[in-house]
């Protein structure tokens, strides 16, 4: 029976086992998207939000014991260096492409000096010295935090549903596919909660739907080209930390700048295309397993 379960591991993923993964991302999920805020204003609704980070991973462990896999068969391996520090450091590549030519032209106004004098009211520090020990916390505590919650997702989107997809289709359907269900998830938190920056809805749902797409396809990337989750995580973790600890504490966010910063305006996500662009380009793209079989 052992070495039975262990040859249906390698098996490809049917479509039903998709749809199932889907649903019960769905069923776990909603009450957390419809009710968490998307600030979380004490430790409960900090919480919550974990909770929700961590429902698309639920789905996925209860998938595999619905369709008899092994979670041992989820892509956990450690990656090669150079597919880790590629998760860490392509966020940090697109955010630095968008935040200083947003500051320079004016469309979303630096505050580097609100940023510094929060540092050194925090940290008790000289000015100057506060905001880069801050920024040395935000590269290392910040990413590691993020990581514990861009875990839960992972597992779900790149562990399971990545390679889901790669059973049936090419790397680019693949990308589209996970990236497209990747901003459905979260348009009720857009749409129902605080999860925005106060451009118009239209606007904020077009420049985050943009960019999670691609973030989503860069995602693919990394997980396929490693065959590992963790290249994903650190994605999302850098991600997270950087743009919210970080550049958008240093960006003055008001209704017109809205438009222009943060994960839901038109520079972070341009870029974020560009880096998925260059990524495809200069590293090829990936086969994916239905790839594979369609050459023999």
């Not at 409960?44 to 998938?63: D, E, H, S």
């Not at 010295?129 to 875990?151: E, H, S």
């Not at 118009?200 to 065959?227: D, K, Y």
């Amino acid at each position: 029976m052992q070495h039975s379960a262990r040859r249906d591991d390698h098996r490809p993923w049917p479509a039903s086992a998709i749809a199932c993964f889907l649903v019960l991302t769905v069923l776990f999920g909603a009450p957390f998207a419809l009710f968490a805020p998307a600030a979380p204003q004490d430790p409960l609704t900090a919480l919550i939000g974990a909770a929700f980070m961590w429902t698309p991973g639920l789905a996925a462990l209860a998938t595999c014991r619905i369709f008899g896999r092994r979670i041992a068969t989820l892509p956990w391996r450690w990656p090669k260096a150079r597919h880790a520090w590629l998760g860490y450091a392509i966020p940090v590549a697109y955010l630095l492409a968008a935040y200083p030519l947003l500051w320079a032209t004016g469309l979303a106004p630096a505050n580097v000096a609100g940023f510094d004098a929060a540092a050194r009211a925090a940290l008790g520090m000289g000015e100057g010295t506060a905001t880069l020990v801050a920024i040395g916390l935000v590269a290392t505590v910040g990413v590691v935090r993020a990581a514990a919650n861009a875990l839960g997702e992972e597992i779900g989107w790149r562990g399971l549903l990545v390679p889901a997809l790669g059973d049936h289709l090419s790397f680019r359907g693949v990308a589209f596919v996970n990236g497209v269900i990747w901003f459905a998830w979260h348009i009720p938190s857009i749409l129902l909660t605080d999860y925005n920056a106060g451009a118009p809805v239209v606007v904020t749902l077009a420049c985050f739907g943009v960019g999670t797409i691609a973030m989503g396809g860069i995602a693919a990337w990394l997980s396929l080209r490693a065959r590992s989750l963790w290249p994903a995580v650190l994605l999302h973790a850098s991600h997270n930390a950087w743009t919210e600890l970080l550049f958008d504490r240093m960006t003055v966010v008001n209704p017109r700048s809205a438009w222009w910063a943060t994960e839901f305006g038109i520079g972070l996500n341009a870029t974020t295309v560009v880096a998925l662009l260059l990524l495809c380009w200069l590293g090829g793209v990936p086969r994916t397993a239905a790839d594979r079989r369609r050459a023999g």
